[in-house]
């Protein structure tokens, strides 16, 4: 198998669900994860609802952020003021 | 497959530039190959033309420098381009920063629209309990879920970014958000929105 298209525990079914997910996140929609879980068997249920779980938390996070601090933006969180260790860092 | 075969044709080159061999028409095969792909990400995330066309410059400059540490068994030269992109963009970021601080400084910090001290309190904790989460995770992770959840990118601009599937894609952003959250876990603010 070629090692890019190895996804460990996850299925391509299960990556296109969580995919589709988030793409409607961003778009302002507020999807429903039960929606989502409920297009699939059993055995992938759990293993996607831990990945959306995830997207809606990060998701809260970036809302209230953006809520909490209007103006700033992820890339002053990420890159400002902390120091060198961005550029110094090789890629892995 | 079509990806095997650009990693070879970029294998070759690389190979050649590294020994010395017709390093100019190499290297100008391969600057023209990912003009647009390197600019695209700069001016995403710069959104000024120049200081876009000069990260790309500069990110040759690097990568050329660089280049001996490639290692194509442990990603596309895109991929690794991209990080050297993002990198100096990100360095491009502090810079404003520091001249924006800089001009507020001067203009005098009692502005009535400026926060208070408890909404500037409130800020810098949403701040640094974000950058303690993020700051664990590895750059690609970091610009993806930037990228996809902030900038609002689709799959589809991620993958042309950075020179891989959608799918994977969609799996790198999901590794993200796991670490992400195994991270918040871990220093216990896994509760907090």
Redesign the interface.
Known sequence: MDPLEDYGENTGEELDLFGEFTDAQIKGEKPDPEEYLARLKDGSRERLRTMLDNAVWFHGLVQGFKTECPGKSFWDVIGIGRGQEAESGSRR | ?R?REVDMEDRELIARILRGEEVNRCLALLMEKYRVLLFTVARR?LGGRRDAEEVVQDTWVIALR?LP?FDPG??KLS??LC??TI?LC??V??KR?RVARSEAAERCCCLDSSPGPEERH??LV??ER??L???GL???W?AL??L???E?W??QQLAKAFG????????E??RA??A??HR?LELGL?G??
Request: charge should be positive.
């Open positions: 497959m990806d995330m660089r540490q442990l990603g991929s690794w990080g050297i990198r990100l360095h970021w502090r920063k409130e800020q949403w701040h974000l950058w989460v993020l700051s590895p750059r690609l970091q879920l930037v996809h959840i902030q609002c689709t799959y891989f599937s959608e799918r994977h894609a969609k799996y952003t999901n958000l796991a992400a959250q918040a896994a907090w929105r």
